[in-house]
């Protein structure tokens, strides 16, 4: 693995807590593969249920991108964050 | 110099849901004395509410939320209060003609696409707050924004973690905070900008979603 293919995952919420880290460092072409990697590292969560967290690549909703076929360059900033319901 | 209750002094403001976050909002905004506070929740206060609902004591156990709220604020402010002792449906989203802005205080999903829409509906912005465990987020959803789509793109119910008294006073305490700001046009929240909170770690992060 290149050193220079890595992205940072921050983590956020209830996944900082499910992870038990707030950061890791993950190699993926996408966000899809990044999802997928996250599961082989730690299988707390599914790449499905991945998919209903809030996405931020550089501080920008990878909604508002191309989803989850969303690409990744190296030293991107991936941050994965749950919204509260509760009152 | 900033006064948020000049700000605030002739407006009519509903809360949603009085349970651990309205709870705390109504104290709060009762203090900077608007013209007037609708309250709105159907519940009656149990054994689990007493360790983070401002209200629930071992005397008000069994009585209604808005009830009680209606007998505490009376006692720390001049606004007139409103109550209503049902949940927030779409059948209420009229009785919010007269408001100039809502606090979403409810504990589901489904209730907060509802409010969305009476805020969509009346023209006036919602002060979104919501908690689980030790996280929590704020965002004021201006008429219109469909911030909840982003927020819960799958309109599911969300696990819920057990949380605590400083939990629901911190969230209310910046909903509040944001509302008296967008009253007095003072560096409030932007349209889809969410502060989330993480009071584990102390992270916040502001974030455009």
Excluded: W
């Excluded at chain 2, 408001?99 to 509906?121: P, Q, Y």
């Excluded at chain 2, 689980?132 to 911030?147: E, M």
């Excluded at chain 2, 509040?176 to 009071?199: G, R, S």
């Amino acid at each position: 693995m290149e050193e220079n293919n890595l992205v940072t995952v921050e983590f956020f919420g209830l996944y900082r807590l499910a992870y038990k880290k707030a950061c890791v460092k993950v190699e993926a072409k996408n966000i899809e593969e990044l999802f997928q990697k996250l599961y082989e590292m730690d299988d707390v969560h599914t790449p499905k249920e991945l998919r209903n967290s809030i996405v931020l690549l550089n501080g920008k909703n990878i909604m508002e991108l191309r989803k989850f076929k969303t690409k990744l360059k190296p030293n991107d900033n991936v941050v994965i964050m749950s919204p509260a319901s509760g009152g | 110099m900033l006064d948020f209750n000049e700000a605030v002094k002739d407006k009519v403001i509903a809360i949603i849901g009085c349970g651990g976050l309205g709870g705390n909002i109504a104290h709060l905004f009762a203090r900077l004395n608007p013209k007037k506070i609708i309250v709105f929740d159907g519940d009656e206060f149990s054994l689990s509410n007493l360790n983070r609902q401002l209200c629930a004591t071992k005397n008000t156990i069994g009585k209604k939320k808005v009830e009680v709220l209606e007998e505490r604020l009376l006692a720390c402010s001049n606004s007139e209060i409103e109550t209503h002792p049902i949940f927030f449906t779409e059948k209420e989203i009229p009785l919010l003609e007269s408001v100039d802005l809502i606090l979403d205080a409810t504990d589901n999903v489904r209730s907060r696409f509802v409010i969305e829409k009476a805020g969509k509906k009346h023209k006036i912005p919602v002060v979104h707050g919501a908690i689980n465990g030790l996280f929590g987020q704020v965002a004021i959803i201006y008429p219109g924004d469909k911030t909840f789509e982003k927020l819960y793109p799958d309109k599911q119910e969300k696990e819920i973690q057990k949380t605590y008294s400083f939990a629901p006073s911190l969230i209310a305490s910046i909903q509040v905070a944001e509302a008296a700001k967008y009253f007095a046009k003072e560096q409030e929240l932007k349209p889809y900008e969410v502060l989330f909170i993480d009071m584990l770690s102390m992270d916040i992060k502001k974030v455009n979603i």
